[in-house]
């Protein structure tokens, strides 16, 4: 389902069969390429994490140029990500919002998903380790991008959003693409995150407790009406590939790769 392409040392992970059947596009972005310096270093995408804003610009730019969709940058519309569970419509009057870092265009406010059945208004979240979800409608036309970290997913953010695409009249064909983020190799969490997942999804030893994340969206999308055979995960882990990745986990302060979605 899921292929890797690179054009122009931009490396994503995007979904052919979708797009052609669609127009739906979906880029889940490596952290190559860009022209932030170190430690964002160097197709950085977000604006809050102290990299030069006209590297940033520069890097949605590039990006969105190398995916073919460089005549729609005025209208790339992006979120505040507060790891909260608001999901909201990007709609035509809301496009571009947070689309220049460097001009101060802020984001959609409080919110960690959006969605949209507007044509030609991308959709771009960000992330260092958290769980990218893009949700599709194909027959709707509609898509969502979601940011889910522990707090989010705990909130039923990706089941949250899962349902008001579902809401949509048309065929019964959403779908799910999950991108990359920490596995549970890598993420070791501590005993207030346990508790929010009554135990389920953790591995508990004598010395650390590790969160499935991929697991616990899995399980909230199968919940929402999103079975396993529509349910695509990318399966890399962002910490053990920080290489190609950012990780937030492993290295601290950093980039954000991105989940881009657009209905062209
Ligand atoms: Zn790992």
New binding site residues.
């Given amino acids: 389902m899921f292929e890797r392409v690179e054009r122009d040392g931009i490396t994503i992970h995007t979904v052919p069969s979708l797009f052609m059947e669609s127009g739906i596009g979906i880029a889940f972005s490596e952290r190559g390429g860009g022209v932030s310096a170190p430690p964002y270093a160097s197709l950085d995408l977000a604006g809050h994490v102290g990299d030069d804003p006209a590297c940033v610009d520069r890097n949605r730019d590039l990006l969105m140029e190398s995916i073919g969709i460089g005549m729609l940058r005025d209208r790339l519309t992006t979120a505040e990500q507060v790891h909260g569970a608001l999901v909201l419509e990007a709609t035509s009057a809301l496009s571009g919002s947070g689309s220049g870092v460097a001009a101060g265009v802020p984001p959609v406010a409080g919110a960690d998903g959006l969605w949209t059945r507007e044509r030609g208004v991308p959709l771009l979240l960000m992330f260092a380790d958290c769980v990218p979800v893009v949700l599709a409608r194909p027959g709707v036309p509609a898509v969502a991008v979601v940011h889910a970290g522990w707090r989010g997913a705990a909130a039923g953010i990706v089941g949250k959003a899962a349902h008001i695409l579902a809401d949509l009249p048309g065929p019964d064909d959403l779908t799910a693409f999950i991108g990359p983020h920490?596995?549970p190799?890598?993420?070791e969490v501590g005993p207030e995150c346990v508790s929010h997942f009554d135990n389920r999804f953790v591995t508990i030893t004598a010395a650390s407790a590790h969160l499935d994340l991929g697991a616990v969206v899995a399980a909230d999308l199968k919940r929402s009406g999103v079975p396993e055979g529509r349910q695509w995960h990318l399966g890399i882990?962002?910490?053990?590939n920080t290489d190609r990745f950012f990780s937030h986990r492993a290295d601290g302060q950093t980039g954000r790769h991105g989940a881009l979605s657009v209905i062209l």
Avoid: K, Q, V
Avoid at 237 to 240: E, I, K, S, V
């Fill in positions: 920490i596995g190799c890598c993420y882990c962002t910490a053990h």
